[in-house]
C-alpha cells in the first residue's frame, strides 16, 4: 500500500502460541522509503516476512539489491525477525538506538531476558549493527530525504520514533498502546512523556505505527490522544484492583485486568502481566497523563 509519494507499507500476519495452546493472532507492520538512492526500511516483521517484502519491492518496479538500510524503531522479535536475513541478501546497513543495541546483536540474550513463546521461530537470528540513531538527531539518507529521531521509550527502552521531514510522516513503532488491545510497555511514565513529546510534534500528516492502521490528518493526533487517555483507562483499572492487595501474583492481575479490559483471558501473558505491574511504581498518583 502507497502512502505518499515515497512511503510504502506492508502488513504482515503472525501468531503467537501462548501456552498451553492459545493461538494469539497479530500483525505488524514494515514501511518502506523509496528514495532515488536506495530502499530504506522500518523494520523487518518476523522471519519470513523478506517474503512479502521483497514481493512488494519487485512488484513495485524497485529490485531487492536496492534494499540500502533497515532502521529498526526498537528490538522486539516482530520488528525484528527477519532483519539479519534481508541483511544476508543485500549486505545492507542496520541502524538503531543504542539503548538496544545488544539485544539484537545478541538475540538469546534477548530471548533470556524478555522471554516470549516460540522467540526462535519469530526471529532469524543476531544482526550486527553499523549506525546508531540518538534522539534529536536528523539523519539525511542522501537523496533529498531527512529523517528525524524522536526516543520514545517506554514500550522499551531504545524505542525510537522516526519522522520523515518535509512529508510529514511519523513511523512511531509500538510507541503508542492502541485501545482494547493487549497493552504492552514496560515503564508507563516513559510512556506517557514520549506520547506527549510526539503530541508536540505540529503537521503530522501520516501517523505509521507497528501494531495499529496507518491513520492521516486530523486522525493523528486523535491516535495518540487516544492512546494516552487507554494509560490512564488502565491505571484506574490497575489502582482499584490492586487496593486490597499492593503485591499482587503479576499474572492473575494479568487475568483480572483482562476481564476488566474486555480482553480474552485466555490470552492473559507474562508480557501482558508486566505492563500492568508496570503501573504499581506510579500508586501514589491518580492521574498519570
Ligand atoms: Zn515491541
Not at 505518499?4 to 498451553?20: G, R
Not at 498502546?177 to 506527549?196: C, H, L
Not at 486490597?244 to 494479568?254: N, T, Y
Request: with cysteine.
Amino acid at each position: 500500500m502507497q502512502i505518499n509519494k515515497h512511503v510504502h507499507a506492508i502488513k504482515v500476519p503472525f501468531y503467537i502460541v501462548n501456552p498451553p495452546r492459545t493461538i494469539i493472532e497479530r500483525s505488524v507492520y514494515v514501511y518502506l522509503i523509496y528514495g532515488t538512492n536506495g530502499v530504506f526500511l522500518i523494520d523487518t516483521g518476523v522471519a519470513s516476512a523478506e517474503t512479502a517484502i521483497f514481493d512488494y519491492i519487485r512488484k513495485t518496479e524497485r529490485r531487492v539489491e536496492d534494499i540500502s538500510m533497515i532502521i529498526q524503531t526498537h528490538s522486539h522479535p516482530d520488528h525484528i525477525g527477519a532483519t539479519r536475513t534481508i541483511k544476508g541478501e543485500t549486505a545492507c546497513a542496520v541502524a538503531m538506538h543504542p539503548a538496544e543495541k545488544h539485544w539484537l546483536e545478541n538475540v538469546q540474550l534477548q530471548a533470556e531476558e524478555r522471554p516470549i513463546p516460540g522467540f526462535d521461530s519469530l526471529v532469524s537470528g543476531p544482526v550486527a549493527v553499523n549506525r546508531l540513531l540518538e534522539d534529536g538527531e536528523v539523519f539525511d539518507l542522501g537523496c533529498g530525504l531527512k529523517l528525524k529521531i524522536f526516543h520514545t521509550p517506554g514500550h522499551s527502552k531504545g524505542s525510537i520514533s522516526i519522522l520523515l521531514l518535509g512529508y510529514m510522516a511519523l513511523f512511531s513503532g509500538d510507541a503508542i498502546p492502541v485501545p482494547n488491545e493487549m497493552p504492552v510497555y514496560e515503564d508507563v511514565k516513559a510512556s506517557v512523556a514520549s506520547i506527549k513529546k510526539l503530541m508536540a510534534v505540529s503537521d503530522i500528516r501520516h501517523l505509521l505505527p507497528a501494531w495499529d492502521e496507518p491513520a492521516k490528518g486530523g486522525e493523528v493526533y486523535k491516535r495518540l490522544d487516544a492512546g494516552l487517555n487507554y494509560l490512564q483507562k488502565i491505571h484506574e483499572i490497575v489502582l482499584s484492583l490492586t487496593k486490597k492487595d499492593p503485591e499482587p501474583d503479576p499474572m492473575e492481575l494479568c487475568r483480572q485486568a483482562f476481564t476488566e479490559l474486555g480482553l480474552p483471558i485466555e490470552t492473559a501473558n507474562p508480557i501482558a502481566a508486566k505492563s500492568f505491574m508496570a503501573h504499581l511504581k506510579l500508586r501514589n498518583k491518580k492521574s498519570i497523563i
